[in-house]
């Protein structure tokens, strides 16, 4: 099955998008069609209010341009409201518990919170404790949302997903970590492309190829050839500090016009941004006519206004 063989039913049994682990192949799909059909209503200038007098709460430990733009104007586009919680304006963390703190918003009839931060069990206790559906926006172990936009982009670009193989490189991230539940669940051969010392967490990688093909290898060459897709992403996330040992190990996995040129020829770039030019990723590259990042950027919009509608839609 692939996501165009797939017959959409309009809704999804999660409550919750806390990583892709317990989503299907079936659950991406319905995300998928539903992010395509929003998209095209959006083109068209169509009203697309399936949220219509909803409120999502946002939580937001760590900044973001990409996270904040997409998630408040995709719920206003969506007819409902957003609420931005910076760690400055709210409690959590500095004395309140997580879990007080989701009764306090389930009191307040908060219909889905999207936080984005840094511990990964902070999302799943906020999920437990509260009545509303919880979006992971980003944790140091996962980016859900960044996935899922990425395979949406490149079910456009190439018309199909199974079969496709895309190749990582750089170090063994949360972006690297979903990208690889979400490829393989939906038939694509993952490559992660990463120096010994900065590989994908073990179980995860572990976790990923009980659903289908996930190679982690330091060959850069073994990654890239013949290749669809090519991504990277920043050597140094959010918040860490620049290390000249962990750059110099990365270094030689920078995507540049020889990786490029191991790929197939329609390859595609790809990268989660913000971008460091000349570190991750050459200017040839990027900025190329083969580079689709600002259109998975524009899909963060849509393939998150999609997993809102199913998850906070539901009556």
Request: hydrophobic share 40%.
């Amino acid at each position: 099955m692939d996501i165009y063989s797939y017959k959409p039913k309009g809704r999804i049994e999660h409550k919750h998008l806390l990583n892709l682990l317990d989503w299907s192949a079936s659950d991406i799909y319905e995300v998928l069609h539903l992010a395509e059909n929003l998209k095209h209503a959006f083109k068209r200038g169509k009203k697309h209010e399936l949220l219509k007098g909803k409120t999502l709460a946002m939580i937001f430990s760590k900044s973001s341009t990409r996270t904040r733009v997409s998630f408040e104007t995709g719920i206003h586009q969506l007819g409902g409201q957003a609420l931005f919680l910076s760690s400055n304006d709210i409690q959590l963390g500095r004395g309140e518990t997580i879990a007080d703190t989701a009764k306090v918003l389930s009191r307040y009839g908060i219909n889905g919170v999207m936080i984005r931060t840094f511990k990964q069990s902070d999302v799943e206790e906020l999920a437990a404790c509260g009545n509303f559906s919880v979006i992971n926006g980003l944790t140091d172990d996962f980016h859900p949302c960044q996935a899922l936009a990425d395979i949406m982009t490149l079910a456009e670009t190439h018309g199909h997903l199974n079969g496709l193989k895309l190749a990582y490189f750089g170090d063994g991230n949360n972006v690297a970590h979903s990208l690889m539940l979400a490829g393989a669940k939906t038939g694509m051969k993952v490559y992660i492309c990463s120096p010994k010392g900065y590989e994908p967490n073990p179980e995860i990688t572990e976790a990923a190829q009980n659903f289908g093909e996930v190679i982690v290898t330091d060959s850069v060459e073994e990654a890239a050839s013949g290749a669809d897709a090519l991504y990277t992403d920043v050597f140094f996330s959010m918040g860490q500090q620049k290390d000249p040992e962990k750059e110099a190990a990365l270094m030689p996995y920078q995507v540049n016009l020889t990786v490029l040129g191991m790929a197939k020829k329609n390859a595609v770039f790809m990268h989660c941004l913000p971008a460091h030019r000349g570190e991750e990723v050459t200017e040839s590259v990027i900025d190329s006519t083969h580079s689709v990042v600002f259109e998975e950027a524009e899909n963060r919009l849509h393939a998150q206004k999609a997993v809102m509608c199913l998850l906070m839609g539901k009556k």
